[in-house]
Nanobody, 119 residues
Framework: QVQLVESGGGLVQAGGSLRLSCAAS????????VGWYRRAPGKQREMVAL???????DYADSVKGRFTISRDNDKNTVYMQMNNLKPEDTAVYYC?????????????WGQGTQVTVSS
């Protein structure tokens, strides 16, 4: 099993920056993709950044050039640096991992961290 714990959310003014962290524990060697999703009030959850092992990083068009996802394998931690934040970035952000096991793959989610951007 894999566990994910996010941190780093908070309240920031428009134009500011935040860095989210996601610490993974458990069977981390079985993780073959990590990423961040978000759910804004009244909207569906959407992919923000996805980092598959050995494949290019994918970003939502709305965050390209502002957000950067990275992974520290030694620390089993995924980060997302968010710069030039906008009010429309306000959402609950969820860490994501795609994990392989003997019978296939499954999705694992963190508990979420709130990001609020004031105008």
């Amino acid at each position: 099993q894999v566990q994910l714990v996010e941190s780093g959310g908070g309240l920031v003014q428009a134009g500011g920056s935040l860095r989210l962290s996601c610490a993974a524990s458990g069977s981390t060697a079985n993780i073959n993709a990590v990423g961040w999703y978000r759910r804004a009030p009244g909207k569906q959850r959407e992919m923000v950044a996805l980092l598959p092992s050995g494949r290019p990083t994918d970003y939502a068009d709305s965050v390209k050039g502002r957000f950067t996802i990275s992974r520290d394998n030694d620390k089993n931690t995924v980060y997302m640096q968010m710069n030039n934040l906008k009010p429309e970035d306000t959402a609950v952000y969820y860490c994501y991992a795609r994990v392989s096991n003997l019978i296939g793959q499954y999705d694992k989610w963190g508990q979420g961290t709130q990001v609020t951007v004031s105008s």
